[in-house]
């Protein structure tokens, strides 16, 4: 990419990139393979992706494109819609309810992303995906964005803050340290030493169709204005939708989450026998409630999720413990 001088280094990382994801596609033959072999391959909806864009400097942790598209493939059994090519904006606030509706659960209504497969797919798609950026590792910053098919909007919170900033374990990278040494000896052309300003702008737009790599602020430019105005409008609309807590400093936020650096605990699930089945509550909202029982524990299969009250054998134990995520888990307790 032209955001990245064309040195050796550089492009000795690029290869082995390109390597990683030959090797990754190897491992997922593999798992195909050992799908078909197990009789559920047709019997499997398989959704593939990766975490975030590329890992190289200017893409992972950034709200660029580089940072943010990911590749996706979907393979439905007996090879339904195969080949098919989908331009759909996707985000990954939409997973979770597409994978409800693609089990025929129908997604609740809290949940931020919608359905864009399955039973419960929406009949409208979106028109704007959205992305936050606050902790790098070590380092903080604060940067919201909106897409639509076209065009990218990007704003920054914190303008006294540099683009780059230094992170240990990227600056492990051998095209990180060769960014840095040329731009220690001004050798960097200026589409790559955008990213070592000093400061940020307010605002960014960029043209993706023009422009893919974003490098032309089109901000001041009055031919986008409406645009640019549309795409202000909508990334305020989400941050005030999704009660953005960007702006209140970490420490007070975490205070929220454990007032006085005390880990809350999740409360011991209550049980009881109704109707000669075992029914397990828990009192910690949104606790997630497991259970093992002894043929479980013999077969390997771990904890098993709590979801309706449980036939139960007067002889045989059941485990039980309820946790809810940042919460200690509850003490185990043994019924019977």
Avoid at 132 to 141: C, I, L, M, N, V
Avoid at 208 to 226: C, K, R
Avoid at 246 to 263: A, M, R, S, V, Y
Wanted: proline share 6%.
């Amino acid at each position: 990419p032209p955001y990245l001088p064309n040195t050796d280094k550089v492009i000795n990382d690029v290869r082995r990139m390109y390597s990683n994801i030959s090797r990754m596609d190897d491992h997922v033959g593999n798992i195909l393979a050992q799908l078909e072999e197990d009789g559920l391959l047709e019997n499997t909806i398989i959704v593939w992706f990766t975490d975030h864009g590329g890992p190289l400097p200017r893409q992972k942790r950034l709200l660029y494109d580089a940072g943010l598209q990911v590749p996706m493939i979907v393979r439905y059994p007996n090879k339904l819609r195969a080949g098919e090519i989908d331009d759909r904006l996707i985000s990954f606030v939409d997973f979770a309810p597409t994978l409800l509706s693609m089990t025929e659960i129908k997604p609740p209504e809290y949940m931020q992303g919608i359905a864009f497969e399955g039973k419960f797919k929406v009949a409208e798609e979106r028109k704007f995906i959205h992305a936050a950026a606050d902790r790098f590792d070590e380092t903080y910053d604060m940067i919201r964005a909106v897409r639509d098919k076209r065009f990218k909007y990007l704003k920054n919170f914190q303008l006294q803050k540099p683009y780059y900033l230094p992170l240990a374990y990227r600056e492990k990278m051998a095209s990180m340290q060769e960014l840095l040494r040329l731009n220690l000896i001004d050798s960097l052309n200026e589409g790559q030493a955008l990213w070592f300003r000093k400061t940020k702008p307010d605002e960014e737009l960029f043209d993706t169709h023009a422009d893919p790599h974003e490098l032309n602020n089109l901000v001041e430019n009055l031919q986008f204005s409406g645009i640019l105005s549309e795409l202000r409008r909508e990334c305020e609309i989400w941050m005030h939708d999704i009660s953005d807590m960007g702006h209140i400093p970490e420490k007070e936020l975490i205070n929220t989450f454990w007032p006085d650096k005390i880990q809350p605990l999740t409360a011991n699930p209550l049980l009881k026998i109704e109707e000669g089945k075992l029914q397990i509550t828990c009192q910690t909202e949104g606790a997630s409630i497991g259970y093992k029982r002894l043929q479980d524990m013999k077969e390997g299969l771990g904890w098993q999720i709590y979801k309706a009250p449980l036939n139960i054998d007067q002889k045989e134990p059941i485990l039980v413990i309820a946790h809810r995520i940042g919460f200690v888990p509850s003490d185990t307790l043994k019924w019977n």
